[in-house]
């Protein structure tokens, strides 16, 4: 089956004043896959998801987004793109259904339509025990899960995960990984993953993206990588070798 | 548009339900119920056995209770509403990293400005009428006066300015909500504006009057300095939006009230004609005669949001 490649950026360059935090970054993503993406931090790689989602102007080049500039159709593009920020945050006085009945509101969602989703994806998240809870009260990974929901709310045909495991528990972690690896197999969903927990990119990813200063190092499966970085072997190589080698170099 | 209707619900929702707002309406139901039944008594008191005038109904709101009337006290406390409302209504959500969730939904990003000060107004109206409201039932009963229909109309008049005055004070607190990061600062900063327009502009008005055109207090001075000294302190002080809402308001709910300067100069027959022929203004001529006020307070108002919502609209968020 060919894929259909659903993002792709032609030298898109983000710069701040004197400093360039995205440098004519070229590469694309095709449908259907999980895309590990990867860099130090202040690497820009939060910068670039900005501009996918058209939230951040680009000073140069351009992105597609499901067939479509981010800029122009920023609306369109986030009706399909559920983004879940790194450190996503909630209203702590409201409950989970309170929450993602905000989002189905945001999303012009019907309301019994909305009703179904919502104990559906909660189900899907595991949250559905403490729906009635407040968000304040919730847990770190909850919280990531919580904010899964709100993303899966839309029926997302691409996901931009930011660091959705920062800060969580190794039993939470590998929870909300298995969750984006399910959805991903379930749901078709494409999923774009910032991540430092190379373990977890690597279990999951098809392809990886490495990301330093500004610039896409390298962009392939994590098997040809180790192969043109550590040279044609028996052994596979983790990506925590490749990814230190590249960051050695540059 | 179903963007904005959300964040409008929803803000609504939070408005009405927060503690601050429970504690503010409160606070101002509360002098507004004594300073209008001060008043009420001190007009029963005085009007015993005397002809009633015109307009009794709207001394209620203009004569003053204890310390103030109800159009001075909207003037100096009703600021505090628009900046309670809104002095963390940008940089809150961003503290909480939800403003970005917010834009990344599919809306336009100007319903999220849009919806908070449409909401705020909202808030702003009802808190106002009601309060009008509550307090005319109140004085129906203290004075047993019914009031006419242009009382009536003066009233709605004088509501309408208010809500433009408090949404002013509304924009500048969500200007400073979005310029500013720290909710402290964005809150110093817009009572700290409020105090400066409110109370040092007025006093700055008569230093400068009395610098530029100086005025002998035991009367050695000519009237043309006495004119320049009052238009200068006059002029100077109308940048001061409490001085626009309150010689706009006063007039609007005082019909004898004919001109918003506080110097009148007049010859012996004139003086003679204007105490015996005491005629109010229609309340059309009570509109021109403010119109200026009126117009720049919405002025100021739009110019305030207009600001606002450009600084957000190109404002990068990360948080």
Redo the contacts between chains.
Sequence with gaps: MVSETIIETTDLTKNYDRLRAVDRLSFRIDEGEIFGFLGPNGAGK?TTL?ML?G??QPSGGSARVCGMDPLRK???V??LVG?L?E??????DLNAVESLN??A????MHKDVAKEKISEVLEVVGLAGDARKKVGDYSRGMKQRLGIA?VLL?DPKVMFLDEPTLGLDPDGALRVIELIQSLNQDRKITVLLSSHHLYQVQKISNRVGIMIKGKMVAEDSIEALGREKFGLGEERYTLEEIYMKYFQEV | M??L???Y??ELADHFSSYRFIILFALIAMVSFITSYMAGMNLKENLEGVAKPKFVFLMLFSTPGALFSMVQFVSFFGPLIGLVLGFDSINR?RA???L?????????RDAVINGKFFAGVTTITILLVSIVLVISGFGLTILGVVPGIEEIWRLFVYLVISIFYISFWLGVSILFSISFKGIATSALASVALWIFLSFFVSMGASVLANTVAPVDQKGGTGPEMVIKNTRIKEGVSLFSPMVLYSSATSTIVNPMQKTTSSLILMGPMERISASRFQNPLSLGQSIVVVYPHVVALVAITLICFAISYIIFMIQ????
């Design positions: 939060t900005l989602l939230l951040t920023a609306k369109e986030k009706r983004y920020p450190n996503v945050g909630f209203y702590g905000y989002v509101d945001l999303n012009d709100e839309k | 179903t963007g209707l959300a964040i619900r929803k959500e909480h990293g939800t970005v969730k917010l834009v990344s939904q599919p809306i336009y990068e968020i990360r948080m």
